[in-house]
C-alpha cells in the first residue's frame, strides 16, 4: 500500500523556518518611535519574517552538517498542526497589539487613527510579502543545489555543497561590488542629476544682484541645482518683512554655489565665500554659513526666521556637495558634507576675519540632519564652536555628529538622552518643543547654541549601538512623544528604528523629524535681535513653512 502523499506544505517549507518566520513577524509588530501605514508596516512585517524564516533554515542546517546527518527529520503533523494553530491565533493578538500601540502612537504625534480594516489588511499583507520573499530565498536553495548536484561529480556531497555556497556567496559579492554597484551607482546617480538640473517654473531666475544665479552673480542660474534655485528664488519679500515688522525692510541677500558652479568642493566654497561678498554680504547684521543635506536642500524656515528677525539685514551663504538625497549621502559620500562644511565656513570667516573688529558682521552656523553633521565640521568641540561664531542652530542631528555626540554623553547628571543639560546650560541647549529653551533655569551665556531634536525622531537615535545594547533614552524618563510601551529588544529595536527612519518626515511638525516653527523660538534665543519680542515670535512661527523635502 503506497504512503500517503506528504502535504504540499511540508514538503516546500520548513518547520523550524516557520515557526522563526512568526516569531520575527511578530517582533516587526511591537512598538516602535512613529506611526505605519498598512501598507508600510506589511513590507517590513514580510521582510522581517523572511529573514527569520532564512535564519532558522540556516540554524537547522549547520546543526545537521556540524552533525555530519544528510537530513533532519521532518516534523510530524501534529507539530505542524499546532504551529499553524499558534500562529493563527499569535498574528491576530499582534494584530491587536499593533492597533493598540499605533493608536497610541498617532495620538502623541497628532496623526489620524487606521480604521478598522487597516489593521487585518495590515495582518494579511505581511503574509503575502513574507510568502513572496520566502518563495525568492528558495529559489536561491535551488540554485545552491544545482551548483552542489554539478560539484558532486568530482568532489564529495559535503565538500560540494560548502564549496557551492561559497561561490554563491563569491558571485554575489563580485557581482555587488562590481555589476550591481556600478550599474546601480550610475543609474542613481544619472536619476539624481537629472533632478538636480530640473528647472521649476514656480522659481524664475532673479532679477536681482543680491541673489546668485542673477545679475553679475559669479554662479550661473543653470549651475546652482534644483535646490539651489529653490533657495536662492525662495524667502520673504521685502513688503512681507515690511509689513511684519512695521519699517521698511531690505531685501535679503542669498548666496549659493551648486555642484557645476566650481570643480570641488574648496572651489565651490571659494566660489561661494565670493557670492557673499560680491552682494555685500559682509556688510549685513547677520551672516549664516548653512550647511546643506545631501541634495543641497536647506531648511527654509531656519532661513526665512533669520530674514525676518533681521527685517533682511542678513547674508546666508551656502554650497552643494552632492546631489544625493541625505540618506544615501550620508551613506556614500559623508565625507563631503564634513569637507563642504569646514570648507565654506573657513572661507567666509577668513573673509569677516579680514575686516575691523568693529565692522564685523555676527557669524552663526546652521543645519539640519546631514548639515548638522557637516556644520559641526569646522569645530570638533563646543568651546571651538563658540569661541569662533555668534551662534549655532542645528535641528535633527545625527549618531555621527561630533560635539553633539561629545555633549549627550558627557551631560549633566539627572538630565536625559533625549534633552540633555550640558555645563548647566551655559552655552548651549536642547529643546524639543519651544518651552524646553527655559532649560535649565541658569544664567545662559553667548554666544549661544542651540540643538532641536524630537524624542521620537528616528534620525537623532538611530545607531550601530541600538543591535546590542539599550539606549540611555528608553531607560531613562521618556519623551512626551515616545509611547511608554515601546521596549528595547536586541536587533529588533535597531531593525524598528531603522524602518522607522524611511517615515521620520511623515508626521506633523514638532514630531519625528519635523522642524520648522520651532526654529523661531530658536533664533530668537539664540541672537536676541534688537526690538524683538516674545510676541513677534509667535506672530512669526505661523509664517514658517517648509514644503520642500531633504
Known amino acids: 500500500m503506497a504512503s500517503p502523499k506528504t502535504a504540499w506544505w511540508v514538503r516546500h517549507y520548513t518547520f523550524t523556518g516557520t515557526a522563526v518566520a512568526l516569531v520575527f513577524l511578530w517582533f516587526s509588530l511591537t512598538p516602535s518611535l512613529l506611526p505605519r501605514g498598512p501598507l508600510f508596516q506589511g513590507l517590513v512585517s514580510g521582510g522581517a519574517g523572511a529573514f527569520g524564516y532564512g535564519l532558522g533554515v540556516f540554524a537547522v542546517w549547520l546543526v545537521r552538517y556540524m552533525g555530519s546527518k544528510d537530513s533532519s527529520p521532518p516534523a510530524p503533523r501534529w507539530a505542524w498542526i499546532a504551529l499553524v494553530s499558534i500562529g493563527a491565533v499569535g498574528q491576530i493578538l499582534m494584530i491587536i497589539y499593533f492597533h493598540v500601540w499605533q ?147 531690505v531685501e535679503p541677500i542669498r548666496a549659493y554655489a551648486g555642484l557645476h558652479s566650481a570643480e570641488g568642493i574648496k572651489a565651490t566654497a571659494q566660489l561661494a565665500a565670493q557670492e557673499l561678498r560680491r552682494t555685500g554680504g559682509l556688510d549685513r547684521a547677520v551672516v549664516a554659513v548653512a550647511t546643506t543635506t545631501g541634495t543641497g536642500w536647506i531648511n527654509e524656515a531656519e532661513a526665512s526666521a533669520l530674514e525676518y528677525m533681521y527685517n533682511g539685514d542678513t547674508a546666508i551663504v551656502s554650497m552643494q556637495y552632492s546631489f544625493l538625497p541625505s540618506w544615501l549621502s550620508f551613506l556614500v559620500d559623508k565625507e563631503n558634507a564634513r569637507q563642504a562644511g569646514q570648507a565654506l565656513f573657513e ?58 555626540t561629545q555633549l549627550t554623553r558627557d551631560r549633566d547628571e539627572g538630565s536625559p538622552m533625549w534633552l540633555p543639560i550640558f555645563d548647566k546650560g551655559a552655552n548651549v541647549r536642547f529643546a524639543a518643543r519651544s518651552d524646553n529653551l527655559g532649560r535649565p533655569a541658569e544664567v545662559w551665556g553667548n554666544p549661544r547654541v542651540v540643538y532641536l531634536q524630537h524624542a521620537s525622531d528616528p ?6 549601538d541600538l543591535l546590542f545594547a539599550e539606549p540611555d533614552w528608553l531607560k531613562e524618563p521618556r519623551g512626551y512623544d515616545l509611547s511608554g510601551r515601546m521596549q528595547w529588544i536586541p536587533v529588533v529595536t535597531f531593525l524598528q528604528v531603522s524602518a522607522d527612519m524611511a517615515v521620520a518626515v511623515d508626521v506633523p511638525d514638532g514630531h519625528g523629524h519635523v522642524y520648522v516653527k520651532d526654529v523661531a523660538n530658536a533664533w530668537a534665543a539664540i541672537l536676541e535681535p534688537p526690538g524683538w519680542t516674545p510676541q513677534k515670535t509667535e506672530k512669526l512661527r505661523p509664517l514658517l513653512s517648509n514644503d520642500e523635502s531633504a
Open 459 to 464: 534620525i537623532a537615535w538611530w545607531n550601530p
Open 103 to 249: 493608536d497610541e502612537v498617532r495620538d502623541l504625534n497628532g496623526v489620524p487613527r487606521l480604521g478598522f480594516w487597516a489593521h487585518p489588511a495590515c495582518a494579511v499583507l505581511s503574509i503575502v510579502f513574507l510568502f513572496v520573499l520566502v518563495e525568492i530565498g528558495q529559489q536561491v536553495r535551488r540554485l545552491v543545489l544545482f551548483l552542489a548536484r554539478q560539484l558532486n561529480r568530482v568532489a564529495p556531497p559535503r565538500v560540494s555543497a560548502v564549496v557551492a555556497v561559497l561561490l554563491l556567496l563569491a558571485l554575489t559579492v563580485a557581482l555587488l561590488n562590481g555589476v550591481v554597484v556600478r550599474v546601480g551607482m550610475s543609474t542613481i546617480n544619472k536619476t539624481f542629476a537629472a533632478a538636480n538640473d530640473e528647472t521649476d517654473p514656480e522659481f524664475a531666475a532673479p532679477t536681482s544682484p543680491l541673489r546668485s544665479g542673477g545679475p553679475q552673480s559669479l554662479a550661473s542660474w543653470e549651475s546652482l541645482g534644483h535646490q539651489g534655485r529653490v533657495f536662492v528664488a525662495a524667502g520673504p519679500s521685502v513688503d512681507e518683512m515690511s509689513e511684519f515688522n512695521g519699517r521698511r525692510a
Open 347 to 404: 572661507a567666509v570667516d577668513a573673509m569677516i576675519r579680514e575686516m575691523p573688529e568693529a565692522r564685523r558682521p555676527r557669524l552663526v552656523v546652521f543645519g539640519e540632519s546631514l548639515g548638522s553633521f557637516g556644520g559641526e565640521a569646522p569645530f570638533l568641540a563646543l568651546n571651538n564652536l563658540v569661541a569662533r561664531t555668534d551662534g549655532a542652530l542645528y535641528s535633527g542631528p545625527t549618531f555621527n555628529n561630533t560635539i553633539w
